[in-house]
């Protein structure tokens, strides 16, 4: 059986940096960034912390610079937070998830209006619901 303190940790992780992030960094330049995922490696050591920020991509990358910029006082409050031996290296990454999902729906949703155009006789009435 795999030993799942990695998991468990890596939670904890995104959630108290997530709450870090937005309460107690005051850098301007971060703006809305959330915290999405957090994966740590195997020798708990390094974790890769998955952020998606709203607003355009200079706007993105500059949140993320600075999150990068403010990973030593990020790592510090995490590590007094968890009370670890050793709080692993905070590496953050760009989380375009929310991105393709929004295209992805965008996609879909062109084609049902292709596939409703192509079939004149059937109107919404009568269409199976999405929720059945």
């Known amino acids: 059986m795999p030993a799942r303190r990695p998991e468990r940790l890596a939670e904890q992780i995104k959630e108290e940096t997530s709450l870090i992030i937005a309460g107690e960094v005051e850098d301007p330049r971060i703006g809305f960034a959330t915290v999405t995922d957090a994966r740590l490696s195997s020798d708990l050591r390094h974790v890769k912390i998955f952020v998606s920020v ?9 949140s993320l610079k600075a999150l990068n910029h403010a990973a030593g006082f990020i790592r510090h409050q995490l590590g007094s ?16 998830t929310i991105e393709t999902a929004a295209r992805i729906e965008e996609f879909l949703s062109k084609e049902v209006e292709k596939a409703r155009e192509r079939e004149p006789g059937q109107d919404e009435s009568s269409a199976p619901s999405p929720e059945s």
Request: proline residues 4%; negative net charge.
């Open 54 to 62: 709203l607003g355009t991509e200079k706007e993105a990358a500059e």
């Open 81 to 96: 937070a968890l009370r670890l031996r050793r709080t692993p290296e905070l590496h953050f990454v760009y989380d375009q």
